[in-house]
């Protein structure tokens, strides 16, 4: 190892062989997400279903994460890696499914897709945090988190490209034949240095579990936080397209800016975090968050300013989401692999239940609606982190020179 290699690996706790191998994979899964989230109409027509009818299939795909729980406790028991390669051959599957499936029967491959995510996600996070040292632990999960900021500076396009040269499952059997490879390459990855979790979980112990204040806290935060994440996310698009005339090719830039922004928030979580304090960095990101949600709907009809102040949002949304994870993972440290996942179950409800509420809400209110049950959410959370979260006294770090 070289000696800036050294240094690399001091710098986020984990050699970069290993951060390069999960930050890649975890590419392959987020490029999957937003695929569906940016190409709807794509994959409506493609599937023979009406716009509310792939909702309702991203809807199943989103509230499958309540079985996080069950994947998270696997994950204690027989191991990361074992239900990361398990996660992995699950979203092949759905992957090549949904090329031959037509109409409802797209339930079923997006199902296979919920349940991966709810299993390969907290099972990574788990893994990841459990390679790196505590002082370390959010840096390093930050890094890994920038992959969904990424894919819209790489993936999205890519994905669009082949949509447009090809058809709607060209990205699909790309994806699939990406899976394949990196379950073989999980399986291989060494085991956690130390593991501090339980082997096993009853299912009695895991309500037992969910029943403590701040885990419970955890699991509501992720809930209310997904809820407005998928709001801004669904509300985006909708908006520019119908108040600002923009076309697709116009939106896809747009999505690209805001990647950028949201890469530069999952930065700063990843590279401050630790420093500021998990705790105090969650309070501040979740404010902050609030304060520019409610920004929106006061904003002149000036698209550029419009555009810059979503960058911002993404930018502080992407921050709180990356800098919640540790916080998650420091509730119940000997069961942190079933915590973890019950986080995720109040993710998947959350962006279960965002966009079907956007909806409601625009056809209502426009972006006034959505803006305010997105800032009761957040101020609720807040409440919930302030009140019941709690972070692992450690010595403070150095906030690094580079």
Known sequence: MTARQERLTQFFGISLPLLGIIFSTRYVIDASTRLFFTFVPQFANGLGLSLTGFGWLMFLRAVLGISGPIFGAAADRFGRRQVMALALLLQATAAISLMFLRGWWGLFSMGLSGLSLAAFV???????????????????????????????????????????????????????????????????????????????????????????????????????????????????????????????????????????????????????????????????????????????????SIVALIIAMLAVTGLLFQFVIVSLLPLYAEQVIEARGTVLALAFMGVGLGAAVGPLLTAVLWQRYQILGVSVVGVVCLLVALGLVVRFLRETAVAPVQLPNT
């Open 122 to 300: 907290p099972a990574q996070q788990a893994y990841v945090s459990e390679q790196a040292a505590a002082r370390r632990r959010g840096r390093v999960m930050g890094a890994v988190e920038l992959s969904w900021s990424l894919t819209a500076l790489v993936a999205s396009p890519l994905m669009g490209w082949l949509i447009e040269a090809v058809d709607w499952r060209a990205p699909l059997l790309l994806l699939a034949v990406l899976y394949g490879v990196a379950t073989a390459v999980i399986l291989r990855l060494p085991p956690t240095a130390v593991h501090h979790s339980q082997s096993s979980l009853s299912r009695l112990e895991i309500g037992h579990l969910l029943l403590r204040k701040n885990v419970l806290a955890s699991v509501l935060v992720a809930f209310l936080v997904y809820v407005a994440v998928t709001c801004f996310l669904t509300v985006t698009g909708v908006w520019l397209t119908v108040d600002f005339g923009l076309d697709a090719a116009a939106l896809g830039v747009v999505s690209t800016l805001i990647g950028v922004a949201e890469l530069a928030g999952a930065g700063a979580s990843s590279l401050l975090i630790d420093w500021i304090g998990k705790w105090r960095g969650n309070v501040v990101g979740l404010l902050l968050l609030a304060v520019a949600f409610a920004t929106l709907p006061l904003l002149p």
